[in-house]
C-alpha cells in the first residue's frame, strides 16, 4: 500500500512541476543547502525564501486559466474535511 499525499503536498508537487527550470534548481539547490534547518526556520524566513525564488513563477501560474485545476483540488480536500474553513 502506498501513502498518500497531504494536501499541501500535492500541491507543491503540481505547482513545482510548473515552475521554470531556473526555479526548480534554485528550490532543489535552497533544500540540498538547508536540509538540516528546514524544520527549525521561521515562518518569515520560509516566507522570505518562496517570495524570492519564485513570485514570478506564481503570478504566471496563478494568472493562466489553465490552472483552474487548483480550485478543484481544494474543493475536494475541503469536502474531505482535509482543509479546514479560514
Do not use: R, Y
Not at 3 to 16: C, G, K, M, V
Amino acid at each position: 500500500m502506498t501513502a498518500q499525499p497531504t494536501p499541501e503536498t500535492e500541491a507543491f508537487i503540481l505547482l513545482f512541476k510548473k515552475m521554470p527550470i531556473q526555479t526548480k534548481k534554485e528550490i532543489s539547490v535552497w533544500f540540498q543547502e538547508h536540509k538540516n534547518t528546514w524544520e527549525t526556520s521561521t515562518e518569515e524566513e520560509d516566507s522570505q525564501f518562496w517570495m524570492s525564488v519564485s513570485s514570478d513563477a506564481f503570478a504566471e501560474i496563478w494568472g493562466d486559466p489553465a490552472e483552474d485545476i487548483w480550485d478543484d483540488i481544494h474543493k475536494k480536500h475541503k469536502a474531505d474535511g482535509k482543509i479546514q474553513a479560514i
